[in-house]
């Protein structure tokens, strides 16, 4: 994995390598094995590379010479299917000079052109010049970030938002509907924007051009409904053989691979799969589960977490026969690391699930460099409750934002304009229900699910891959998610509810999918979510920071209402998802301050 940069102009060329430094020195953390720079009169690009296939060769930024034509790449990510690519170059008399898949997706924009994306199965942006135009892609969940401005004539794209803040021409300001986004809708964000104003965002599955005659944009895949012709039994097969394929693919690696294993599930079935061919090799999994200071004494069951996932994670790393190591993560370090978790996201995300991912990933990082993850399952397959449970769904807002009005509650009045606020971000929700790809013959409760599952796609999973990616390429380190495998996604979008939900189970398909392959235990295990700290020294922890943070001021102490905190802090209730209760919020209240602060945010 890796991180871009550059500067684009084709008008008023004016090279400024100095700039494109700065920005690339900010992202050092996403590619810290290598960096360099590419200039012409027209672009520079910056490039910092984490190596992980063909070490030695695989340098970037990445030029070739075809047909009397140079081309130039900056690239971020994995690609999966490079055997097949490879043997269609093969065909085209196009012999590789790396083992690395940089090489791969530069080759295949030459021959392929603005088509060439819809040919690669992987995580990935890239930027491509050809000495007339640059063209520039983002993978389809989103999975590997791209921002842009165009400011001018000057195009601008980095990794990560950090680094666009260090040109000169980008500001950070955010307007009303930037502050609505954060209060209402984040950790979840509106595709295709960001929260400042100069910023704008590839969206996940786009692709677009710039040259002399301006910017042009396109989206260059969509899921799409279809009919099912076909049996239960088919469907269990197709989805079995899709995700022994889609986790075998991820397996290859120049560097140590290990597992990131809850016992859920998810991490359970790409552990399975991952072991048995590690065993077909001879060779042994890694594996590794989490879990916090003093959780085992103040664990409390809900709803949403009935039980807790070490036991499950030890007993199936001893079940599959992995190298499986614990890593605990201590009451403060997981606090104290808010600060470090909100500038690697750029945003106030997701409080301590951000700031533990990020201390597991360090500590994974003194052994591994990549890992793969059980991410996006719930999304594709129904896991959430708010797949059949229609009131949840058409409740007129995103179902696992809880309440919507609590956290611009927390503001003096006049900060948020409440009402209109809410109204704005309701819009978004149902333009996306709108747009929900659906057949006339869908029964109601196909329907529902297909809506389920494309707004759980296109919001909630994206925000839980910008964690992933963020928290692990701050560590470097690069974590994999199979199931964010296109190919699954267009199947079994299209598998009847009732398939998916066989017997009122969720994610029947998946586990029926896997039988023989993981016990019963962990097979018809209840869903668990990514676990967070029971500890009661956690809130205690970050209600003094806060406290701290509000005597330094800025924003959040001249308009944050302490009494108001103070009652929801007393009534216990979740505001996003399934873990986000009192101590989640005070948390992201303090990467709030943290990010207005750190990024002299200046709200208009």
Request: proline residues 4%.
């Amino acid at each position: 994995m890796c991180s871009i940069c550059g500067t684009v102009d084709f008008i008023n060329p004016s090279l400024d390598e100095k700039t494109v430094s700065r920005m690339n020195l900010s992202m050092k953390h996403r590619g810290p094995d290598e960096s360099d720079l590419f200039s012409d009169k027209n672009v520079c690009f910056g490039h910092n590379r984490l190596s992980v296939m063909d070490v030695e060769n695989g340098h970037q930024p990445m030029s070739v010479i075809y047909g009397n034509k140079k081309y130039t790449i900056v690239y971020n990510g994995e690609i999966y299917n490079c055997e097949e690519i490879k043997k269609e170059l093969k065909k085209k008399k196009i012999y590789l000079k790396t083992n690395c898949d940089t090489e791969i997706v530069l080759y295949s924009y030459i021959l392929y052109g603005e088509s060439c994306p819809e040919r690669l199965n992987g995580i990935f942006a890239f930027c491509v010049y050809d000495g007339e135009k640059i063209f520039a892609a983002r993978d389809r969940f989103g999975v590997k970030p791209f921002y842009y401005s165009l400011k001018g004539t000057e195009f601008i794209f980095a990794s990560e938002i950090k680094a666009m803040l260090k040109h000169p021409k980008i500001k950070p300001d955010i307007d009303k509907y930037g502050l609505w986004e954060i209060l209402y809708l984040s950790p979840d964000f509106i595709s295709g924007k960001s929260v400042f104003c100069d910023i704008s965002e590839l969206s996940p599955a786009e692709c677009l051009i710039f040259d002399k005659n301006g910017l042009k944009k396109r989206k260059y895949w969509q899921v799409e409904a279809k009919p099912y012709l076909r049996d239960r039994d088919y469907a269990v097969e197709v989805t079995r053989e899709l995700m022994k394929d889609a986790v075998t693919r991820q397996l290859s690696s120049d560097v140590p691979l290990c597992v990131l294993l809850s016992g859920g599930l998810d991490s359970s079935v790409v552990t399975a799969i991952a072991s048995k061919y590690y065993k077909e090799h001879s060779r042994v999994l890694d594996t590794y589960s989490f879990e916090y200071e003093g959780n085992k004494d103040s664990f409390k069951k809900s709803l949403f977490q009935p039980e807790t996932d070490d036991d499950f994670a030890t007993y199936l790393a001893d079940y599959l026969g992995t190298n499986h190591t614990v890593l605990t993560a201590p009451t403060r370090d997981v606090a104290s690391d808010l600060y470090e978790a909100t500038y690697a996201r750029d945003l106030p995300g997701q409080a301590d699930i951000d700031s533990s991912l990020l201390y597991f990933c360090r500590e994974i990082k003194k052994k591994h460099t990549v890992g793969l993850s059980g991410e996006c399952s719930d999304e594709i397959f129904g896991g959430y409750p708010w797949f059949y449970r229609p009131e949840m769904l058409y409740s007129d807002f995103f179902p696992w934002i809880h309440s919507p009005r609590l956290r611009p509650s927390l503001f003096k009045d006049g900060v948020s304009n409440s009402d209109d606020g809410y109204d704005y971000i309701r819009s978004v929700y149902k333009k996306t229900l709108s747009e929900c790809p659906t057949l006339k013959e869908d029964s109601d409760t196909m329907k529902t699910s297909r809506i389920a599952s494309y707004l759980s796609v296109n919001y909630f999973m994206t925000s839980l891959l910008q964690r992933k990616d963020r928290m692990s390429m701050a560590s470097g380190v690069e974590i994999r998610v199979p199931f964010a495998d296109h190919r699954i996604y267009e199947f079994v979008y299209n598998v009847p509810w009732e398939i998916k939900f066989e017997n009122n189970v969720e994610k029947a398909l998946l586990r029926n999918s896997m039988e023989g392959l993981l016990p019963d235990k962990i097979l018809w295990r209840k869903k668990s979510p990514y676990p967070k700290t029971h500890n009661p020294e956690y809130l205690k922890e970050v209600v003094g920071m806060l406290d701290s943070q509000l005597r330094d001021g800025g924003f959040l102490s001249e308009y944050l209402d302490r009494g108001r905190l103070d009652e929801i802090i007393s009534s216990g209730k979740t505001w996003f998802g399934q873990l986000m209760g009192a101590p989640q919020l005070v948390a992201w209240l303090i990467q709030f301050d943290i990010w207005t602060k750190k990024y002299n945010v200046n709200i208009k």
